[in-house]
């Protein structure tokens, strides 16, 4: 492994992530505090926010959602950076890193470049101006992408060398490496090449997004001409190649590994033969991959789609990443060929795109890694006899069961309820959404039995649930093929909701039976997400999703909803109904608290909404993973607002949202305590463009598990992120004398556990 310089850690960025008080991301709250002139434009003075309580509220109230999703990130990246946290989870945190990054930029930048280009673009809640938010973004996130870097070469990849757990460059291989790898080129790597040469019969290839390439000069002996090539890496073959044991490794569990282009390079006179290899560098280029169909003008959206998807390959390039040693002249030609700025270059350390630390992350070393988990069974569902399979739906007819999953067993839960729907003969019926699944679902292949046996079976298919549409397109045919009703939900809407609901017959009369759930249908996903959700028989659940499924595979605009709440028609107005009465009540000199737990909380109107449920005196706890743009703390507006973020082992992705009036009687119970769970985001484009619902949840014995969640997780003992009015996020993850605070995920994996060997004792 190449050395490494020594660097003072007070000077290095990669550890100051791991500071509680140390956040990189800090231009929005430089740009957010600025104020404008007259002409719109920013001036130099920096006053304080106006927090004086008008009718109006303050114009800088919302915060830069952009700015805010790379603060998301950077917390991502801390997590890397914590020596707490296993080392190969850390290897994992990098990797997820690169990965939302990549997303990022193909969707968000490549979003708001075409919005610029087109005209359509319009200042951003937060006062800046399109090409003002362009700027921050990428002056953040050349920051953070050179700290990733810096991260792994000084501190990841150090630390795994420790255990044995080594990537080779070629100048540390042995003769036995060089030749157990010039073997596995010639045989594996060397026929799926393609080298693209550039001259006057050759013009610049087409270099296609998030690919990882050789950028090659070659020298003609000849004419001593000079001459470019591209080879692209093989996304098929492994990123990162075993080796075999060393002669001096005698640990059982060492490992090594070569990165594929670093094989490559040390192999390209196979590859161009009479020409002499001069430099070669790594570069990578990251394209628009959002897609754009017009749903009234096709006449078929799967068709459209597949078109669609295409074209996808060959949008503008966003971003490109380089070899930090790579020269001027090379990266000129990529420049100018390419088409980018020099503010879309970044220049990195080698290896480029970490996403391939994920094979490292994934090696068998349990000391290396999270505890094991394995989720039970829900103390409802769980069968008298270890070796029987728990009847589903016998126990949905003695009650509500309210799932939290990744600790609930989602595979005796969900979907052993949609397996027994599909064998059961007496259900006719089974309705579906479909947003993401995996490749292998056991889902599929249930609605896919019970339409062969004869039952009305329904799949309403989001094939435009964006990055899966080829894999929604391909299981959208084969549930086609097997007799499954397929639609596509509503002309401009996507089909977001968490839905399933199965129709009995039962003594000659219909029972439905439902899930209503906050995540995807996914049963791999479902062991690495927080989520929750309802299985329930209850007559108004099912009246509802009845008339919901008959919205979305026919027509029927004028259905009304009793327990859910449904996008785009009532889920803004309802919430914003519900805040308004807590709103009311804190006016009136009662106790109201406000609790929202979601994936990101972007709506100006819901969160006008909660400030002035704030500066009525209610009080305010926003849980938020990802983007917030509330300023919470802000004397006047906002003080009785706090935002937590938690991100750990598992991806917290429920939604939750409860509005609590106490009583007025001294020892009475809340007078209200109202709590939803679905799967919308507090988004406009989950309140207006798509197809949500939430669920109203009224056992008080689920009423009160979610509101101890929601405590636990805005609690100043459990580790988290702290929002401030400055729009600096906070790590909170130790106390007063250095020790780690609780763990929320930790916690409730020993507290689920607890409760289940209790119920197999009784």
């Given amino acids: 492994m190449d050395s490494e310089p020594t660097i003072d850690a007070a000077e290095d960025p990669a550890t100051q992530t791991t500071a509680s008080d140390a956040s990189l991301v800090r231009l929005q709250s430089r740009a957010a505090q600025r104020s404008r002139g007259d002409n719109g434009r920013f001036i130099r003075v920096a006053p304080e926010l106006d927090t004086t309580v008008h009718e109006e509220l303050p114009d800088d109230r919302f915060l830069d959602r952009e700015i805010s999703w790379l603060q998301f990130n950077e917390r991502v990246l801390q997590l890397a950076g914590d020596p707490l946290v296993p080392l190969l989870e850390r290897a994992r945190f990098l990797a997820i890193f690169a990965s939302n990054l990549d997303e990022f930029f193909m969707v968000r930048v490549a979003g708001l470049k075409r919005r610029i280009a087109t005209g359509l673009a319009v200042r ?66 060397y026929p799926v090449l393609t080298p693209l040469a550039v001259d006057p019969a050759h013009p610049f290839p087409y270099i296609s997004g998030l690919s990882l390439n050789l950028a090659v000069v070659l020298i003609n002996p000849k004419t001593d001409r000079e001459h470019f090539a591209r080879v692209k890496v093989p996304p098929l073959l492994p990123r990162l190649m075993a080796l075999p044991p060393g002669e001096d490794e005698d ?28 430099e070669h560098f790594t570069f990578r280029v990251t394209r628009n991959e959002d897609l754009e169909v017009e749903e009234d003008d096709a006449e078929n959206l799967l068709t459209a789609l597949e078109k669609e998807l295409t074209r996808r390959r060959f949008g503008p390039p966003v971003r490109l990443e380089v070899a930090d040693e790579m020269d001027d002249h090379v990266m000129d030609l990529l420049v100018r060929e390419l088409g980018v700025r020099d503010d879309e270059v970044y220049r990195l350390p080698e290896p480029l ?70 064998n059961d003969p007496h259900v006719l019926a089974i309705k579906q959404t479909l947003y993401r699944t995996s490749g292998d679902s056991p889902i599929i292949d249930s609605l896919i039995d019970a339409a062969e046996a004869g039952k009305q079976v329904l799949a309403v298919v989001e094939i435009k649930a964006r990055f899966d549409e080829e894999n929604n397109i391909t299981w959208a045919r084969k549930l086609e093929r097997a007799g499954v009703h397929v639609v ?81 028609r009532s889920v803004r107005t309802g919430l914003l ?33 909660c400030y002035r449920a704030s500066m009525a005196g209610a009080d305010v706890d926003i849980w938020v993973r990802g983007i917030c743009s509330l300023r919470p703390g802000v004397e006047g507006l906002s003080e009785n607002i706090r935002v937590r973020s938690i991100l750990g082992r598992f991806l917290e992705h429920s939604r939750v949202f409860r509005f609590v009036i106490e009583s007025s009687e001294e020892h009475g119970g809340p007078a209200e305590d109202i709590v939803y769970i679905g799967s919308a985001d507090m988004m406009h484009r989950n309140l207006d463009r798509r197809v949500e619902a939430l669920v109203r949840i009224t056992d008080p014995k689920h009423i009160q598990t979610l509101g101890a969640l929601l405590d636990e997780g805005m609690s100043n003992d459990t580790s988290s992120w702290h929002l401030h009015g400055d729009a600096r996020w906070e790590r909170h993850h130790l106390d007063a004398e250095g020790n780690p605070l609780r763990d929320l995920q930790s916690d409730l994996v020993a507290t689920y556990a607890k409760r289940k060997r209790k119920a197999r004792r009784r």
């Avoid at 394995?374 to 769980?382: F, G, I, R, S, V």
């Avoid at 017959?505 to 927080?530: F, S």
């Avoid at 804190?586 to 109201?592: I, N, Q």
């Fill in 124 to 189: 951003s809640a937060s006062g800046l101006e399109p090409r003002e938010v362009l700027d921050e973004i990428s002056n953040a996130a050349h920051e953070l992408m050179a700290v990733h870097a810096k991260m792994f070469q000084r501190h990841i990849r150090p630390a795994l060398a420790d255990v044995g757990i080594r990537i080779v460059r070629p100048g540390d291989w042995t003769d036995a490496d060089r030749a157990y790898l010039n073997k596995l080129f010639r045989n594996q790597v």
């Fill in 251 to 278: 640990k059982l569990y060492d490992a090594r590994f070569v990165a594929i282009e670093d094989v490559m390079a040390e192999h390209l006179q196979y590859l161009f033969p009479g020409m002499e290899v001069r």
């Fill in 353 to 422: 795109d970490l996403r391939g630390l994920n094979t490292l992350a994934d090696l068998d070393r349990s000391e290396l890694r999270w505890p094991p988990f394995l989720a039970k069974p829900h103390p409802d569902l769980a069968p008298v006899e270890r070796s029987a399979q728990s009847d589903v739906m016998a126990a949905m007819r003695s009650g509500d069961i309210l799932l939290h999953h990744p600790y609930d067993s989602f595979s005796t839960s969900v979907v052993a309820f949609i397996e027994q729907a599909a």
């Fill in 488 to 568: 596509y939900g509503m002309v401009g809407l996507k089909t977001h909701a968490k839905l399933c609901l199965v129709v009995r017959e039962e003594n000659g009369e219909m029972q439905r039976y439902a899930h209503v759930g906050t995540g995807n249908y996914n049963p791999k996903t479902a062991r690495l997400y927080e989520d929750l959700g309802l299985l329930t028989c209850d007559r108004e659940v099912g009246e509802d999703l009845s008339r919901l499924f008959n919205q979305l595979s026919g027509m029927a605009p004028r259905s009304k909803f009793k327990r859910l709440l449904v996008a785009p």
């Fill in 577 to 609: 109904e519900k805040i308004q009465r807590v709103t009311e009540a804190a006016r009136d000199g009662k106790r109201a608290r406000l609790q929202i737990k979601v994936n990101s909380l972007v709506d100006e109107e819901i969160i006008d909404a």
